[in-house]
């Protein structure tokens, strides 16, 4: 077994635990996602380092020679590229511990004002463009099992939030009705 077969497979099992965690969070009273306390989240950023860390080097196997690049590859390297900007962006609008949920401030500024997900809707976006930029059977995979994660986890995340901040993240949610689907504003 290769290298790129052990990180496929690291990645099938983390992804696996982590749907499967997110499902779990879901339909019942444990709260797997987000954890608050740094003390019980190590294992969840572990397995998320863990599957970020085996996707990443499952795509940069799975890519071809730029100059065999189709229509497909550009494509999904624009969406992968744009995507990654995206996520990025969201994280530097809320910062890094404010994303793990263990301080900070509700922010509804950057690309929070335009949907109430947007680190979620960057991930989905690179995902998407990572199969058409490789078009390899493994990307999809993992990337099955990153969307089962980040779907599952988006009403979780809401039901923390709202405990959270209450009021102010109803009145959020009025004005950012989208979770995922960016709203324009166009004067």
Do not use: D
Not at 159 to 175: Q, V
């Amino acid at each position: 077994m290769g290298i790129s077969s052990i990180f496929y497979l690291l990645g099938i099992i983390s992804g696996s635990v982590l749907a499967v965690g997110a499902a779990v969070n879901l339909i019942s009273s444990i709260q797997l996602w987000p954890l608050e306390r740094k003390s019980e989240a190590w294992l969840v950023y572990s397995l998320l380092g863990i599957f970020y860390v085996s996707f990443t080097v499952t795509l940069m196997r799975s890519v071809s020679p730029v100059s065999e690049f189709t229509l497909s590859n550009w494509s999904g390297l624009i969406l992968t590229v744009f995507g990654l900007s995206f996520f990025l962006w969201s994280i530097s609008s809320l910062h890094l511990r404010e994303t793990f949920g263990f301080e900070g401030e509700f922010c509804s500024q950057g690309p929070y004002g335009i949907c109430r997900n947007p680190q979620t809707l960057g991930l989905i976006i690179l995902s998407i463009g990572a199969i058409l930029l490789t078009g390899s059977q493994a990307v999809s995979v993992l990337t099955i099992f990153h969307l089962a994660f980040l779907l599952l986890i988006i009403p979780a995340e809401e039901s923390w939030l709202r405990k959270k901040y209450g009021e102010k993240y109803k009145r959020y949610r009025e004005k950012v009705p989208n979770r995922l689907i960016p709203r324009l504003k166009i004067s």
